[in-house]
């Protein structure tokens, strides 16, 4: 157990700009965990931007998107350069327009399938974040096994088509996958531990 990387998992801040790791392994862990997260009624209500280590452009317009809530108001931050990372997944909304014909059938009967429709999918965000953080969690120990590093990021504005265009949907959060640059320090504060267990899960 000691040599197991899940165990040494910390939130990077910055990736290795000069080392990435190969697209098909990437492809490759992606796949493999889409072919292994669940999703209900088979939907998938969620989509993956990837972005390689070719879109610096994306990657600084999802950047700016996390350092305000106005991105016009121009500030030094020291904070999400994990957007910078080789690959980040961008996790948004998706219209679930091409159910099985046993979700179609149940629409039929009267069934609401939210994320199937137009007007409510961008409404219903429990399902679809439960099963992104499904796909994450399990996406990362695949990383982290391949001594891979990753962080997250959620503090986006809902929408930045005015910086991303491309990006029409709703954002939920983003995962960075890479190697961390191990010339900046990775400080760890005796106050950032987290609460006793018992204070958190309740035997019954």
């Given at each position: 157990?000691?040599?197991?990387?899940?165990?040494?998992f910390?939130?990077?801040?910055?990736?290795?700009?000069?080392?990435?790791?190969?697209?098909e392994?990437i492809?490759?862990?992606?796949?493999?965990?889409?072919?292994?997260?669940?999703?209900?009624?088979?939907l998938?209500?969620?989509?993956?931007?990837?972005?390689?280590p070719?879109?610096?452009?994306e990657?600084?317009?999802?950047?700016?998107a996390?350092?305000?809530?106005?991105?016009?108001?121009n500030?030094?931050?020291?904070?999400?350069?994990?957007?910078?990372?080789?690959?980040?997944?961008?996790?948004?909304?998706?219209?679930c327009d091409?159910?099985?014909?046993?979700?179609?059938?149940?629409?039929?009967?009267g069934?609401?399938?939210?994320?199937?429709?137009?007007?409510?999918?961008?409404k219903?965000?429990i399902?679809?974040?439960?099963?992104?953080?499904?796909?994450?969690?399990?996406?990362?120990?695949?990383c982290?096994n391949?001594n891979?590093?990753?962080?997250y990021?959620?503090?986006?504005?809902?929408?930045?088509?005015h910086?991303?265009?491309?990006?029409?949907?709703d954002?939920?959060l983003?995962?960075?996958?890479?190697?961390?640059?191990?010339?900046?320090?990775?400080?760890?504060?005796?106050y950032?531990?987290?609460?006793?267990?018992k204070?958190?899960?309740?035997?019954?």
């Amino acid at each position: 157990m000691k040599n197991n990387p899940i165990l040494n998992f910390k939130q990077i801040r910055h990736f290795r700009q000069d080392k990435h790791p190969e697209e098909e392994m990437i492809k490759s862990l992606i796949a493999e965990t889409y072919n292994l997260v669940p999703s209900k009624q088979n939907l998938v209500p969620y989509k993956i931007h990837v972005f390689g280590p070719n879109h610096s452009k994306e990657k600084e317009a999802l950047y700016l998107a996390t350092k305000s809530k106005n991105v016009y108001i121009n500030y030094n931050t020291l904070v999400n350069y994990q957007i910078f990372a080789s690959y980040v997944l961008l996790f948004t909304s998706r219209l679930c327009d091409n159910p099985s014909e046993s979700v179609k059938n149940s629409i039929k009967r009267g069934v609401r399938h939210l994320n199937c429709d137009l007007n409510e999918y961008k409404k219903s965000k429990i399902v679809p974040c439960i099963e992104i953080g499904m796909f994450c969690d399990n996406l990362a120990h695949m990383c982290l096994n391949n001594n891979l590093d990753i962080a997250y990021t959620a503090c986006f504005q809902q929408t930045i088509n005015h910086l991303m265009p491309e990006i029409k949907e709703d954002i939920y959060l983003s995962m960075s996958i890479g190697y961390a640059d191990d010339t900046y320090p990775y400080r760890k504060y005796k106050y950032q531990c987290k609460p006793n267990m018992k204070e958190v899960i309740d035997w019954h």
